[in-house]
């Protein structure tokens, strides 16, 4: 397994940026599928966006899609969320997560695929 740390969170206004990083370690993080999954108050666990081992596939909630790119830098063993157009529904805990056993092209959405998991970032946007 890998160990995941979150950072980036904060208050914003709506309308605008954060970027939150996912530093992971451990072996292979080459061989992870990563996700970004976010908890507000309240409400479950929800899928927000993931990334294939090299980047090449990426899928999104339809709640993000066009506000938010996830990417990775495997080098650097970490993953990223850019977070635009920011609005208060994204106010909550997000959650890096690592899936070590789909393959290389999956962008895995369950939340039951991931089994190991950051401790979450708040990220709070003010309206």
């Known amino acids: 397994q890998v160990q995941l740390v979150e950072s980036g969170g904060g208050l914003v206004q709506a309308g605008g940026s954060l970027r939150l990083s996912c530093a992971a370690s451990?072996?292979?993080?080459?061989?992870?599928?990563m996700g970004w999954f976010r908890q507000a108050p309240g409400s479950e666990r929800e899928f927000v966006a993931a990334?294939?081992?090299?980047?090449?596939?990426?899928r999104y909630a339809r709640s993000v899609k066009g506000r938010f790119t996830i990417s990775r830098d495997n080098a650097k063993n970490t993953v990223y969320l850019q977070m635009n157009s920011l609005i208060p529904e994204d106010t909550a805990v997000y959650y890096c997560?690592?899936?070590?056993?789909?393959?290389?092209?999956?962008?895995?959405?369950?939340?039951?695929?991931?089994?190991?998991w950051g401790q979450g970032t708040q990220v709070t946007v003010s309206s």
């Open positions: 990334i294939s081992w090299t980047g090449s596939s990426t």
């Open positions: 997560a690592a899936d070590r056993d789909s393959g290389p092209f999956y962008a895995t959405s369950a939340e039951l695929e991931y089994d190991s």
């Open positions: 451990g072996h292979s993080f080459s061989s992870y599928v």
